[in-house]
T-cell receptor
Framework: QKEVEQNSGPLSVPEGAIASLNCTYSDRGSQSFFWYRQYSGKSPELIMFIYSNGDKEDGRFTAQLNKASQYVSLLIRDSQPSDSATYLC?????????FGKGTMLLVSP | DVKVTQSSRYLVKRTGEKVFLECVQD?????MFWYRQDPGLGLRLIYF???????EKGDIPEGYSVSREKKERFSLILESASTNQTSMYLC???????????????FGNGTRLTVT
C-alpha cells in the first residue's frame, strides 16, 4: 500500500514569510513528484513537479526532493494571502498518482 | 490549455437511483481518471482508463463502474446510489508518455453529488 504523509495543518504564516510544506512517501519506486494547490471549493491545479534530487525553483516556489529519505517539500517565499489553500503532494507510482491528504496553508495579512 | 469538462457541477439524487457522471477532455489525452474527495480522506482513486474500452480499478471501486467508449469521454456510473456515495467527484486526464511517471493530471471542476 502506497502511503503519502502530509501534516494536515493548518500551517499559519504571516504575509511575506516563507511557508514550508512537507511530504513523505513510502513507495521507493516513485520517480516524479507533483505539488498541487487546491483552493476551497475548487479542483486541484498543478503548480510544481520535480523528478531529480535537489531543488527546483519556479518564481516564489521551490520544490526540494530527497529520494534517499523519501521526502519532498515545497517552499513558498514571500507568502501572500492568495497562497492560502490546501497543498497536495503526489508522488507518482508506476501508473497513477497517489495523493497525500494535503496541508492547509493560511497566510495572514 | 487542457480542458476537462464535467457535465454537472451539482447533482442531487435519491438512494437507489442509477447515476451517470460524465467527463470530456479536449486534449487527446490517453489516460483518464475518476477520484472522489471527502473531508479528512483526501483524494481517492475510483477507476482509471489508459485507452478506449480499457479500465482499471483504483483504490475504492466498490459500488462504481465506468465506461470509455471514446477517447475523449470517461463516464462514472453509480449503479444504485447510496448515501455514503455523497461526495465531490473529480475527473482528470493526462498524457501517456514513455514513462507514466512524468505525466501530471489535469482536473475538471468537479461534481458535488448528494444522495438523499
Amino acid at each position: 500500500q502506497k502511503e503519502v504523509e502530509q501534516n494536515s495543518g493548518p500551517l499559519s504564516v504571516p504575509e511575506g514569510a516563507i511557508a514550508s510544506l512537507n511530504c513523505t512517501y513510502s513507495d521507493r519506486g516513485s520517480q516524479s513528484f507533483f505539488w498541487y494547490r487546491q483552493y476551497s471549493g475548487k479542483s486541484p491545479e498543478l503548480i510544481m513537479f520535480i523528478y531529480s534530487n535537489g531543488d527546483k525553483e519556479d518564481g516564489r516556489f521551490t520544490a526540494q526532493l530527497n529520494k534517499a529519505s523519501q521526502y519532498v517539500s515545497l517552499l513558498i517565499r514571500d507568502s501572500q494571502p492568495s497562497d492560502s489553500a490546501t497543498y497536495l503532494c503526489a508522488p507518482s507510482g508506476y501508473s497513477t498518482l497517489t495523493f497525500g491528504k494535503g496541508t492547509m496553508l493560511l497566510v495572514s495579512p | 490549455d487542457v480542458k476537462v469538462t464535467q457535465s454537472s457541477r451539482y447533482l442531487v439524487k435519491r438512494t437507489g437511483e442509477k447515476v451517470f457522471l460524465e467527463c470530456v477532455q479536449d486534449m487527446d489525452h490517453e489516460n483518464m481518471f475518476w477520484y472522489r474527495q471527502d473531508p479528512g480522506l483526501g483524494l481517492r482513486l475510483i477507476y482509471f482508463s489508459y485507452d478506449v474500452k480499457m479500465k482499471e480499478k483504483g483504490d475504492i471501486p466498490e459500488g462504481y463502474s465506468v465506461s470509455r467508449e471514446k477517447k475523449e469521454r470517461f463516464s462514472l456510473i453509480l449503479e444504485s446510489a447510496s448515501t455514503n456515495q455523497t461526495s465531490m467527484y473529480l475527473c482528470a486526464s493526462s498524457r501517456l508518455t514513455e514513462k507514466w511517471v512524468n505525466s501530471p493530471l489535469h482536473f475538471g471542476n468537479g461534481t458535488r453529488l448528494t444522495v438523499t
